[in-house]
């Protein structure tokens, strides 16, 4: 196909409706892995637990380990791919996702397993914002992008429970180590295809023209340094407190460190010039952009907060097997992905209302499972409506905040909008995890140890709070003043973020708009 060799980004409809199925079944399919990398581990932990001596504190750490390191890296992903060629940073993410998986594969001790965790989040997080820029290049269509980043968003969901299913076939019949070779067994061939199946110029912008040195200037490495290490000091505070007890000078001070030198990365930010900022500052003065992405940090951590605590317990004090835990989750996944094709429903009403809606079916799941799941026979008239109501609030919640923080931003600034997204969703499930983790700890400590259900319950209710205070967050300042309205049609050189005023849909710059997802 010759005419591809010549792709330019004003023109991505001259790819072929089965190359662009394939690149969309690939990109999806990363983002199955990402997801699942995570999921598989739920069913796979109390195994793992066992077979390495981990405290239940270690344990949480194999899944926030790579949520810390995934949302903290997302920024400069996403500064990567607005900056240099996303089918490099795709597949180079891929690739490295597929060879750390492999490498913990082989790992039988704790310490080393959270290392290659941590890392395996840093190759993880090139391909979220790499595969959305990619996405919108290849389905320029209105209808056809908001189809593929509906679909993008449901294989999310899909791997959540395909995950816990997946774990479990191993846990039950091989081992856990087949949980990280699988992944690597999958990731090398979905490197592979792209390599081929992506054209080169498809991703590239004017910002390309420029010198190395001067693009690796714009990506911030001293701000993402910052806030990484800001991150992993509050969440190993957070998850310290509840064994050294909270007046530890030690955790005192490292909470401390932590809260300033994230002011500090703020500060920072707003002394770089124009495209240099991992976080532009304006971006947070996007109608509607700084509430969505407060309601963001909820759907992973509800998520990841129910599987982590029903799968530990269901083997852990009932003794049902890895397949019984996960069959019995299967509601969560098949919800959420029913809940995923809502996105037309953005047509018809404010996403306000929707999210609203969502927030409150998310609330009324969480107090059934605070009240109701600590008895096997409890599983049907609590634990079961629980897992319908509050999967549902959380996929449409997901969805919508998805939808409409896209619409609050600029497309120039896509690519880094979805990385701050993606972010907040991870970020919230490490940080939240590890809230819970202690407060779970700490119940049990007074109120007869993990058999008893209050430390679970207590996680609960601080869900539910968190869950409310969202839905508080929406009511008051949530404007709907830009419902249903198109983007801003500027699209500028990617290490821009200032809109310039002559700029319309017929840009020299030749980039395609991002429409209004819907």
């Given at each position: 196909?010759?005419?591809?060799?010549?792709?330019?980004?004003?023109?991505?409809?001259?790819?072929?409706?089965?190359?662009?199925?394939?690149?969309?079944?690939?990109?999806?399919?990363?983002?199955?892995?990402?997801?699942?990398?995570?999921?598989?581990?739920?069913?796979?932990?109390?195994?793992?637990?066992?077979s390495m001596g981990m405290s239940e504190t270690q344990s949480t750490w194999v899944i926030s380990a790579f949520r810390l390191t995934f949302s903290s890296f997302l920024l400069i992903s996403g500064r990567l791919s607005d900056?240099?060629?996303?089918?490099?940073?795709?597949?180079?993410?891929?690739?490295?996702?597929?060879?750390?998986?492999?490498?913990?594969?082989?790992?039988?001790?704790?310490?080393?397993?959270?290392?290659?965790?941590?890392?395996?989040?840093?190759?993880?997080?090139?391909?979220?914002?790499?595969?959305?820029?990619l996405l919108v290049r290849v389905f320029p269509d209105p209808l056809e992008q908001a189809r593929?980043?509906?679909?993008?968003?449901?294989?999310?969901?899909?791997?959540?429970?395909?995950?816990?299913?997946?774990?479990?076939?191993?846990?039950?019949?091989?081992?856990?180590?087949?949980?990280?070779?699988?992944?690597?067994?999958?990731?090398?061939?979905?490197?592979?295809?792209?390599?081929?199946?992506?054209?080169?110029?498809?991703?590239?912008?004017?910002?390309?023209?420029?010198?190395?040195?001067?693009?690796w200037k714009t990506l911030d490495l001293v701000g993402v340094g910052i806030l990484t290490v800001a991150f992993i000091l509050f969440i190993f505070s957070v998850t310290s407190g509840s064994t050294d007890g909270w007046k530890s000078p030690m955790v005192l001070v490292l909470l401390i460190i932590s809260v300033l030198m994230v002011v500090g990365f703020f500060y920072w930010e707003t002394l770089l010039p124009v495209g240099r900022a991992a976080i532009p500052p304006q971006t947070w003065f996007y109608n509607n952009f700084s509430v969505l992405f407060a309601v963001a940090l909820m759907p992973y951590l509800w998520w990841n907060a129910v599987m982590l605590i029903f799968s530990m317990m269901w083997q852990n004090v009932f003794y049902w097997s890895a397949i019984s835990s996960a069959v019995h989750m299967l509601p969560l996944g098949i919800i959420a992905l029913a809940a995923s094709f809502t996105g037309?429903?953005?047509?018809?009403?404010?996403?306000?209302?929707?999210?609203?809606?969502?927030?409150?079916?998310?609330m009324v799941g969480t107090v059934l499972l605070a009240l109701g799941g600590g008895r096997p026979e409890n599983y049907w008239p609590y634990v079961f409506p629980a897992f319908v109501l509050g999967s549902a609030g959380v996929m449409m919640t997901f969805t919508h905040t998805n939808i409409a923080i896209f619409q609050a931003a600029p497309s120039s600034m896509s690519g880094t909008v979805g990385a701050m997204f993606n972010g907040a969703l991870q970020l919230g499930s490490a940080i939240g995890l590890a809230a819970s983790s202690v407060i779970e700890t700490s119940v049990e400590a007074t109120h007869g140890g993990s058999h008893d259900y209050a430390g679970r319950a207590a996680s609960f209710w601080f869900l539910l709070g968190i869950v409310a205070l969202q839905f508080i967050l929406i009511s008051i300042f949530y404007d709907r003043s830009t419902d249903h309205k198109p983007q801003p049609k500027y699209d500028g050189p990617a290490h821009s973020t200032q809109p310039s005023p002559d700029c319309d849909e017929k840009s020299d710059t030749n980039v395609t708009i991002m429409p209004e997802v819907n």
């Open positions: 196909m010759p005419p591809l060799l010549h792709l330019s980004l004003g023109e991505p409809r001259r790819l072929s409706l089965t190359r662009k199925l394939v690149l969309l079944v690939m990109f999806c399919f990363a983002q199955f892995l990402d997801t699942l990398n995570t999921a598989a581990l739920f069913s796979a932990i109390p195994t793992i637990e066992a900056v240099y060629n996303p089918k490099t940073v795709f597949i180079g993410g891929v690739s490295s996702l597929g060879v750390l998986s492999l490498c913990a594969g082989f790992v039988v001790d704790t310490i080393p397993l959270l290392v290659v965790r941590a890392i395996t989040g840093i190759a993880s997080s090139m391909t979220i914002p790499s595969a959305l820029k593929a980043v509906g679909f993008f968003g449901g294989c999310g969901a899909v791997a959540n429970v395909g995950g816990l299913v997946v774990g479990a076939v191993f846990v039950q019949w091989a081992s856990y180590h087949w949980v990280f070779w699988y992944v690597a067994c999958a990731a090398f061939p979905v490197a592979l295809v792209c390599v081929f199946m992506i054209p080169s110029q498809i991703g590239e912008t004017s910002g390309t023209l420029e010198p190395i040195g001067a693009k037309s429903l953005s047509r018809i009403f404010s996403p306000k209302w929707i999210i609203l809606t969502s927030l409150s079916f998310c």
